[in-house]
């Protein structure tokens, strides 16, 4: 959940810098109130989204504070709104967040959401929409999944086991809010970064530039490890929870 939460906020930080969105602005709209649902959630919260601004969904329909049948997870995001559904909360958001299952959003869902919506559709094998789909609604919409045949797969290989490398690095005691948010900072500016020769050779015919289909570095980029050992070392020092 952690991993997943890191990634995502990775991909959601450079998503927001191609829409020219800022997290404190944006309506958040997720499926999924797992585990991995909710931690990212709550690191979208630590990001600067308000929570005011994120209406979760699950298999029960809209979490909201009339139900008696939420755990705190949950309950920490429920609404005090007559509202019910995913239809009835979709208007107008800036972000949609799934991790349920496959067609949970529809293109009807699409068409209600602000202009070039971000959708970060990470059920696997089967997203909650596929991207075609989005593209024929909102040809400017800024898509992740999970899976690896579509740009941007957020996968937790992205930040383990490098954040671990970090931490050892510099005995951390503990991996802190500081330590994971330095991951995704570094994660962010590494898809800014220019292309290194040997993630361009491992990704051959692939655009890896920064953009709507470039918001993370590929799995395969060898700057990775470096990148953010490096970036939660220094979080860690900076924090108090470094050893040496």
Same mark, same amino acid.
């Given at each position: ?10 991909? %959601?930080?450079?998503?927001? $810098?191609?829409?020219?969105? $800022?997290?404190? &602005? ?15 959630? @709550?690191?979208?919260?630590? /990001?600067?989204?308000?929570?005011? @601004?994120?209406?979760?969904?699950? =298999?029960?329909?809209? =979490?909201?504070?009339?139900? &008696? &049948?939420?755990?705190?997870?949950? %309950? ?5 709104? &007559? ?13 949609? /967040? ?22 970060? %559709? ?11 789909? =989005? ?19 957020? @996968? ?35 898809? $800014? ?30 700057? /990775? ?15 108090? =929870?470094?050893? $040496?």
């Amino acid at each position: 959940q952690h991993g997943t939460a890191i990634v995502v906020g990775a991909a %959601a930080t450079n998503a927001l $810098r191609v829409a020219e969105k $800022r997290f404190e &602005d944006i309506k958040v709209v997720s499926t999924g109130g797992g585990a991995a649902g909710i931690a990212c959630l @709550n690191m979208l919260l630590k /990001l600067g989204v308000q929570r005011r @601004n994120v209406w979760l969904c699950d =298999v029960d329909g809209l =979490v909201h504070t009339g139900r &008696d &049948d939420l755990n705190p997870q949950k %309950a920490a995001f429920a609404q005090d709104t &007559d509202l019910r559904t995913l239809d009835d909360v979709i208007g107008g958001a800036d972000l949609f /967040l799934g991790l349920s299952g496959p067609g949970v959003l529809t293109q009807e869902h699409v068409g209600q959401m602000s202009e070039r919506p971000i959708i970060f %559709a990470l059920a696997n094998p089967t997203p909650e929409i596929m991207p075609d789909l =989005v593209r024929e609604v909102a040809p400017d919409a800024i898509i992740a999944t999970g899976r690896s045949d579509y740009p941007n797969q957020v @996968n937790n290989v992205l930040c383990f086991p490098f954040i671990f490398r970090g931490a050892l690095d510099v005995g951390a005691t503990e991996i802190n809010d500081e330590m994971q948010i330095g991951c995704i900072e570094g994660i962010a500016e590494l898809a $800014r970064a220019t292309t290194s020769a040997e993630a361009a050779a491992a990704y051959k015919g692939e655009q890896l530039t920064f953009g709507p289909d470039y918001l993370i570095p590929k799995p395969f980029d060898p700057r /990775l490890m470096g990148v953010v050992a490096s970036a939660v070392a220094k979080a860690a020092m900076d924090s108090g =929870v470094a050893a $040496r």
